[in-house]
């Protein structure tokens, strides 16, 4: 399939409008626990590959480096991640901006889904509270994400 046809089909869905917006005042910056959600289909080696209509996420180990992705869609560009992981899950960069004191700390677990969806309502009403959950447990304050 095109490119142009993905945009095509996808022209006309309606985003989601909620009655209510969570709101929270995170601690500073210097001070904050970050994390990064990507909709990359990232995974490591040892884990399971994102199929078509995976609605799960997977957690990434941040110490790690191993990461593959599984995007299977053609319209997907693994050039960027190819080069450098960082234009994916700037790990590297956030390392820099702990050891420089801008953020907190790092947080040492991230989450990854597939973003090749048409149907989000089950990342919507249980993986994405699922994975926001366990996000919160570790102490994380902040989510940076990283949209592909």
């Known amino acids: ?6 945009k ?6 309606e985003a989601p409008v909620f009655e209510t917006v969570a ?4 601690p500073k910056l210097s001070e ?8 990359a289909s990232l995974h490591h080696a040892d884990q399971d590959d994102f199929a078509p209509n995976d609605t799960g ?10 990461y593959q992705t599984g995007h299977w869609s053609p319209n997907f560009d693994s050039i960027g991640f190819a080069s450098d992981i960082n234009t994916i899950i700037p790990l590297d960069r956030l390392d820099e ?9 790092v947080s040492e677990s991230h989450l990854s ?18 994975g926001a959950t366990l996000l919160k447990k ?3 304050d902040v989510v940076i994400l990283t949209p592909v």
């Open 1 to 6: 399939m095109a490119d142009r046809q993905v």
């Open 8 to 13: 095509e089909m996808a022209e006309d869905v």
């Open 23 to 26: 709101f929270t005042t995170p």
């Open 32 to 39: 904050a626990n970050v994390a990064i959600v990507t909709s």
């Open 57 to 66: 996420f997977r957690v990434l180990d941040g110490k790690r480096r191993d």
């Open 97 to 105: 901006l702990a050891s420089q004191g801008t953020i907190g700390k």
């Open 113 to 130: 889904y597939a973003g090749n969806q048409f149907d989000l309502t089950a990342i919507r009403m249980d993986s994405g509270p699922a």
């Open 138 to 140: 570790q102490g994380v």
